[in-house]
C-alpha cells in the first residue's frame, strides 16, 4: 500500500458519510487487496462497514482507473441478475480527496486465491464454484447493455482488431515495431484476428480472486469485484481470460494463475469443463478460443512489461519490475498458440 488516509481526509470521510446517511461517528479504515491497482478500503464506525475505492497515487495512465465510470458500472448490473454490491455514493474530485471516489455495501464473504476455505473444501462445494463462476460469466454476458444504460462505454465493433492495435502500442518501438521478445506472438495474433462473436458487457478481469463467495454451503457468489478494466466488446475475451488466469495441474504458472491456485484443489472443474458449460449456457462458437486466451496471455505479458519499464524509470510499482513476470505470460501465450518458445 502506498497510501493512506491521514487525519484531514478521515475527517472529511466522517462528514461525506454522515452527510449521506451512510455511517456515523469515528470511522476506522483498513487496506485490503493486493494494492497494485485501485486501492480498496474496509471503513467502518463500529456498526457499518463499507467499501471505499479510490485510484492508486499518481502517476496515473491516461484513461486508467476511472472510479465514476466504474460507479456506473456496477451500478447499471444492480438487479441485473449479475451480483454486484450496492453503490451507496460518489464521491467527485474535492469531496473529500483530490481525486475522485466511491463508497459500496460491504459483502461478507471470502475470496478465495490459493485455498478453499473449510466451510466450502467439501469437493461437491468446489465443483459448485467453479460451475457458479462461469455461469455467472454467461450471466454477465447476456446483460442487456443498452437498456442498462451503459451503451456508451465502448465500442463493440472492431473490438478485436482495435484492441490489439490499442494494447500493442504501450510497449511498441516509435516505428510501431514490437519488443523481440514479443514479435512472433504479435504476428500470430494479427495474422488470425476473428470477428467479433457478439457484444456484451466484459470484465476484464475476470477470475476467481475477483468475486467474492457465499461464505457457506453450496458454493455461490455473492459479489463481483474489481470493475474498472469493463467495457463493452467481445463476450469470448472475457472467457479467454478466465481460462488463462485458470490453472491447470502440472503446467508452468503464469503470475494470475498463481493467484487462483486454490482450483488445483480436488473437486474444481477442469478448463475443458468449464469451457463448454459456458458453450451450453450461450451457443457460443468456441472454435477460435485459442486466440483469445493467447490474446489474453499477450495482454497481459504488455502490461506487465509497461508496469516493468515504469518501475525501472522509478515510477510506478516496483512488484512489476522483475522481467521473469513478463516472460511467464509470453511463455504461456506462445504455447496457446502452438508456436515454438520464444529466444529472445
Same mark, same amino acid.
Given at each position: 500500500?502506498?497510501? $493512506?488516509?491521514?487525519?484531514?481526509? &478521515?475527517?472529511? &470521510? ?15 479504515t483498513a487496506g485490503i487487496g493486493d494494492g497494485h491497482s485501485n486501492l480498496t478500503f474496509l471503513v467502518s464506525d463500529g456498526v457499518r462497514q463499507v467499501i471505499v475505492r479510490r485510484p492508486p497515487p499518481p502517476p496515473i495512465p491516461p484513461g486508467a ?9 456496477? %451500478? ?11 453503490? #451507496? ?7 473529500? #480527496? ?16 490459493? $485455498?478453499?476455505?473449510?466451510a466450502l473444501s467439501a469437493p461437491a462445494d468446489r465443483r459448485r464454484i467453479g460451475e457458479a463462476l462461469i455461469d455467472t460469466l454467461a450471466a454477465l454476458h447476456a446483460v442487456d447493455w443498452q437498456a442498462a444504460g451503459l451503451g456508451d462505454l465502448g ?8 484492441? &490489439?492495435?490499442?494494447? %500493442?502500442? #504501450? ?68 472467457? %479467454? ?53 493467447? &490474446? ?49
Amino acid at each position: 500500500m502506498t497510501w $493512506e488516509w491521514t487525519p484531514d481526509t &478521515l475527517g472529511a &470521510l466522517e462528514s461525506f458519510l454522515r452527510d449521506r446517511g451512510i455511517t456515523e461517528g469515528p470511522l476506522t479504515t483498513a487496506g485490503i487487496g493486493d494494492g497494485h491497482s485501485n486501492l480498496t478500503f474496509l471503513v467502518s464506525d463500529g456498526v457499518r462497514q463499507v467499501i471505499v475505492r479510490r485510484p492508486p497515487p499518481p502517476p496515473i495512465p491516461p484513461g486508467a482507473h476511472d472510479m465514476l465510470r466504474e460507479a456506473r458500472l456496477v %451500478g447499471g448490473l444492480a438487479g441485473s441478475g449479475v451480483p454486484v454490491a450496492d453503490v #451507496l455514493a460518489v464521491g467527485q474530485t474535492g469531496d473529500v #480527496l483530490d481525486v475522485p471516489f466511491y463508497v459500496m455495501d460491504y459483502v461478507a464473504g471470502p475470496v478465495v486465491t490459493t $485455498e478453499t476455505p473449510s466451510a466450502l473444501s467439501a469437493p461437491a462445494d468446489r465443483r459448485r464454484i467453479g460451475e457458479a463462476l462461469i455461469d455467472t460469466l454467461a450471466a454477465l454476458h447476456a446483460v442487456d447493455w443498452q437498456a442498462a444504460g451503459l451503451g456508451d462505454l465502448g465500442r463493440p465493433e472492431g473490438f478485436n482488431e482495435r484492441h &490489439l492495435r490499442r494494447m %500493442g502500442r #504501450l510497449v511498441a518501438a516509435e516505428d510501431g515495431t514490437p519488443p523481440p521478445e514479443f514479435a512472433d506472438i504479435d504476428a500470430w495474433l494479427g495474422a488470425n484476428v476473428p470477428a467479433e462473436s457478439g457484444a456484451a458487457i466484459i470484465h476484464n478481469d475476470y477470475r476467481i480472486g475477483n468475486v467474492i463467495l457465499a461464505p457457506d454451503s453450496p458454493g455461490r457468489i455473492a459479489a463481483v469485484l474489481d470493475w474498472e478494466l469493463a467495457t463493452i466488446g467481445d463476450p469470448l475475451f472475457d472467457l %479467454g481470460y478466465f481460462l488463462a488466469s485458470y490453472p491447470v495441474v502440472g503446467e508452468e504458472r503464469t503470475p494470475t494463475e498463481d493467484l487462483g491456485t486454490a482450483v488445483l484443489e480436488d473437486g474444481y472443474p477442469t478448463r475443458d469443463e468449464l469451457a463448454q458449460r459456458y458453450a451450453a449456457a450461450t451457443g457460443a462458437d468456441l472454435s477460435n478460443l485459442n486466440w483469445y486466451t493467447a &490474446l489474453a496471455l499477450w495482454k497481459l505479458a504488455v502490461l506487465y512489461e509497461y508496469g516493468r519499464r515504469r518501475a525501472v524509470a522509478g515510477v510506478g510499482d516496483q512488484y512489476y519490475r522483475d522481467e521473469a513476470l513478463v516472460r511467464s505470460f509470453l511463455d504461456a501465450a506462445h504455447r496457446t498458440a502452438e508456436l515454438a518458445p520464444s529466444v529472445v
